[in-house]
């Protein structure tokens, strides 16, 4: 076998949240790219049918099944249908996430911790335990993990947000320790500033953007497509003997001074 066949999906599939912009389309697209079969979630139908039927027009294989990962019906369902449709789950990528809150710790209210710790580290957590017995079948498989560097190292005015992501390392953790015997690998990948509609409070503050690639050492932002090759990585048996790991793309920021 080659080295590059290695990175082969073909056969695997995969569910990918939040996946209808930003890195989690990049991560399906990458996916898909490399052979599996691709389920594209997120909380609208028509975005993910959009997604959908874009990369399928392109010769590749996606189905797009709506979900809200703070709902718990729509969770299992998300699982459900996607074994109705494929039979099998061998990558879970657990993108979605929220930040309804940028200020500073004590300004927050409880209602947002909430919100905040159920979208990020409540749903991530649940959805692996629900596609833990199917990788369990499929004699192993991948999850991982979208956190940020700000789960590493803290800014300021992200606070609720940082320790979401933190929580998510752990979770990561544990689940590479606890499930590594079923053949289940758990890695995380933590982005730096990239060019989303998710961060666009962030890099539209030309400010900010000035300071932030005056002091990363690539001296700019990332591109969505450039996180997708670190979980295509992870997803494939290229990445076979990797779990429990704390992959940074960030262009240097967590070592800069």
Excluded at 194 to 204: G, I, Q
């Amino acid at each position: 076998m080659s080295i590059k066949s290695t990175f082969d999906l073909s056969g695997k599939v995969a569910i990918v949240t939040g996946s209808s912009k930003g890195i989690g389309l990049s991560i399906a697209r990458g996916l898909a790219e490399s052979g599996a079969k691709v389920v594209i979630s997120s909380r609208k139908q028509d975005a993910v049918d959009a997604v959908a039927k874009e990369l399928t027009e392109a010769g590749l294989e996606a189905i797009g099944i709506a979900c809200h990962i703070g709902d718990g019906d729509q969770r299992e369902q998300l699982i459900a249908k996607t074994m109705d449709t494929y039979g099998r789950i061998d990558i879970l990528v657990n993108n979605a996430a929220i930040n309804p809150f940028y200020g500073p710790l004590e300004a927050a209210d409880e209602a947002v911790f909430d919100k905040i710790m159920s979208v990020n580290v409540k749903a991530p957590w649940i959805l692996s335990n629900l596609v833990q017995p199917h990788l369990k079948a499929s004699g192993g498989g991948s999850i991982i993990n979208i956190s940020s560097v700000e789960g590493i190292h803290p800014g300021f005015r992200l606070g609720l947000y940082s320790m979401t992501k933190s929580a998510l390392i752990m979770l990561t953790k544990n689940q590479a320790k606890e499930w590594g015997r079923y053949g289940i690998r758990s890695n995380v990948v933590c982005p730096g500033l990239v060019k989303t509609k998710f961060s666009e409070s962030l890099w539209s503050n030309e400010q900010m953007v000035k300071q932030y690639t005056s002091v990363v050492p690539l001296r700019r932002m990332a591109e969505p497509d450039e996180m997708a090759g670190i979980v295509m990585l992870l997803a494939s048996d290229a990445g076979a003997y990797m779990t429990g790991g704390v992959y940074a793309a960030d262009g240097g920021y967590l070592i800069s001074g």
